[in-house]
């Protein structure tokens, strides 16, 4: 795995850039050396070199650096290496495995390990093992010596093919690898034995098999004095729950062999953090527009992982570039927005929402409630030039505009019919910074309308509706959100599912229509409530999903339900897809027996939840 640590060394001095740029992207490679080494690894690579040379003596052992996705773990090795390249008589090598697939990793690295011995140890191993071996073998191995110099890999196949040619040559493997390394460590006597350390990257990123064949390599083979092996992985992934969770009790007892020690890479200081956000900033033309309250947000809503920073970093570059909507807004906008649509997802599809979605103007709604509820719960009488906005607000939201004594009943009243999250993002200064930082760009108000309109960032990468891994996830397109491009399906995965589906505005919800539909299923609109009646008397679907204002109603799609459930004219599962979530609505669809989302995602979870249930027998009706 690839850290997320490097970044380009500082560049001469420039002319200021544009309000448009230039910009330019970060790479996402390791750090090459201690000079670019910005989030403090450098002090646990020169321990952890100190302690490889120190136990030279204690060889063999394998020792773990263990991290998370982006969290520095490539980088770290990179430095170790650094370091370890100034200690005499240490070696190193690099093997990353996820170049190889299955059986060939084993052969992978054990060919990875041997192409760092001399080849003159090379000639004379191949020679011993050709001494051991019948006539044919002896004079196949002499003659490929006799028949001129080869090099390094030319001998490492041939030493290969004659230890891997049978059960029996891969009994003696170990033993033959062992009298090499140990011929190759020895030195004179007043210069410490050879070391030679392997570096294997990107574990935790392969197939089950090919763990498995690294691990055997590791410790079957390469088991022998004068290697250690330094692994990156994060081993979590690596636990019985997580990639190898079939293996067998043997195989797992197997695998608990393997790391005699691991070194947990700690998460980044948020001094350094900072720092880091601060360089790839100046790396890539931002830094005018990071304040001290977007920096730390930065730092900590991406829980301080080096790659997540950059991707957002470069994720700003590509839509201040590439999206012609920012020609029109100072870059301040794009980078406000993106933060929004990455730390906050929900809220931003609201705030993204199309029309007929329900949401309305979120950000001002969230502004008003921030002043409604210091004032509701600020002790005396509510000064008489604010009494509008409370009244006006409680009026809006359904609530009596009095009963000013009972503040606390009447906020908590309001916060039901209030987007589930508020009550903690008002809490939040770094959101409520953000927020209002937004407002306060100019030609804020033309900049919400666009982004309602669907015309930046997309709030999700569109579905792909498909059969995954387990584990994985594909997310779907939000609530409103204009797409672009139409998503790939299996046309296998929904077949049989019947979906019904009720909105006024249907052409919202194109896209992942028309991905269910791709995906086998069939899918049916109806505008209103009296279509989707017609429809029912028709045919029964598997699923229901309904907005829930419509015809003029807020609540008219959780009556009409109500009204199914109570006739008994459909009883199967129902999906109220809105792009305002509320205690309320919540607490109403679970009286329904439904669910209420905002996420495309979780209606592609629940339409193959259903489809894999038995379905509902088709009821034709007369």
């Known amino acids: 795995m690839t850290t997320s640590a490097h970044l380009p060394p500082p560049a001469a001095p420039s002319p200021a850039p544009s309000s448009h740029g230039p910009f330019a992207l970060l790479n996402d490679e390791p750090v090459a050396g201690p000079g670019e080494d910005l989030l403090g690894a450098g002090r646990a690579a020169r321990q952890l070199a100190g302690l490889l040379v120190a136990s030279r003596a204690s060889t063999p052992f394998t020792l773990a650096v263990d991290a998370g996705w982006g969290m520095g773990k490539s980088s770290l090795m990179r430095l170790v290496d650094a370091e370890l390249a100034h200690a005499p008589e240490v070696h190193t090598v690099w093997y990353n495995a996820w170049t190889s697939q299955g059986a060939d990793a084993l052969e992978g690295l054990i060919k990875s390990v041997l192409m760092r011995f001399d080849r003159r140890v090379l000639r004379r191993a191949l020679q011993r093992l050709s001494e051991r071996r019948a006539l044919l073998r002896a004079v196949r191995a002499v003659t490929t010596i006799a028949a001129g110099p080869l090099g390094a890999a030319g001998l490492v196949d ?213 002043q409604v509820r210091r004032l509701l719960r600020t002790p005396g009488p509510i000064p008489a030039a604010e009494l509008p906005t409370v009244a006006r607000f409680l009026r809006e939201h359904d609530l009596p505009e009095g009963d000013v004594d009972r503040r606390g009943e009447v906020l908590s009243r309001l916060e039901r019919q209030l987007p589930s999250g508020f009550p903690d993002m008002v809490a939040n200064q770094e959101f409520t910074s953000l927020i209002d930082g937004l407002v306060a760009l100019p030609r804020s108000e033309e900049l919400l309308l666009r982004l309602r309109a669907g015309a930046a960032v997309q709030p999700e990468p569109a579905a792909h509706l498909r059969p995954s891994p387990p584990g994985t996830q594909t997310p779907a397109p939000a609530y409103g959100a204009a797409q672009t491009t139409a998503p790939r399906a299996d046309g296998a995965l929904l077949r049989g599912v019947h979906i019904l589906w009720v909105d006024d505005h249907p ?29 029912l008397a028709v045919e029964t679907p598997t699923l229901i999903i309904s907005d829930i204002e419509r015809d003029g109603n807020p609540r008219e799609g959780l009556e009409h339900i109500a009204r199914l459930r109570r006739d008994g004219r459909y009883t199967g599962p129902v999906v109220f897809y809105a792009g305002r979530v509320t205690p309320e609505r919540k607490a109403v669809a679970r009286e329904l027996g439904a669910h209420l989302t905002s996420s495309g995602t979780e209606i592609e979870r629940l339409i193959v939840r259903a489809a894999q249930a038995e379905p509902p027998p088709d009821a034709v009706r007369p």
Request: glycine share 6%; net charge negative; aromatic share 8%.
């Open 158 to 370: 041939e030493l290969w093919r004659t230890l891997s040619v049978d059960s029996k040559a891969r009994n003696e493997m170990r033993g033959a690898i062992g009298d090499l390394v140990q011929e190759w460590s020895q030195t004179e006597e007043f210069l410490p034995r050879r070391l030679l350390v392997v570096f294997i990257d990107d574990l935790d990123r392969c197939s089950e098999e090919t763990v498995l064949a690294v691990c055997e390599a590791v410790k079957v083979y390469l088991d022998v004095p004068g290697l250690a092996f330094v692994i990156g992985c994060d081993r979590s992934a690596l636990a019985p729950n997580g990639l190898l969770r079939d293996l067998s009790p043997a195989a797992s007892a197997f695998m608990e062999k393997i790391f005699q020690t691991s070194y947990r890479i700690p998460v980044a200081d948020q001094q350094g953090v900072r720092e880091y956000i601060r360089r790839c900033a100046r790396t890539v033309g931002i830094d005018q527009l990071l304040d001290e309250r977007l920096t730390t947000m930065l730092a900590e809503r991406s829980a301080r992982n080096p790659r997540r920073i950059k991707r957002l970093v470069n994720g700003f570059v590509l839509e201040a570039t590439l999206n012609p909507m920012w020609d029109d807004f100072a870059p301040e906008a794009v980078v406000r927005t993106l933060l929004l649509q990455y730390f906050y997802p929900d809220f931003y599809r609201m705030v993204a929402g199309a029309a007929g979605s329900g949401t309305g103007d979120v950000i001002a709604e969230f502004r008003t409630y921030r």
């Open 507 to 535: 052409r919202n919800n194109d896209l992942l229509a028309g991905a269910f539909r791709a995906a086998g299923a069939v899918v049916r609109i109806a505008r209103d409530s009296g279509a989707a009646d017609d429809a």
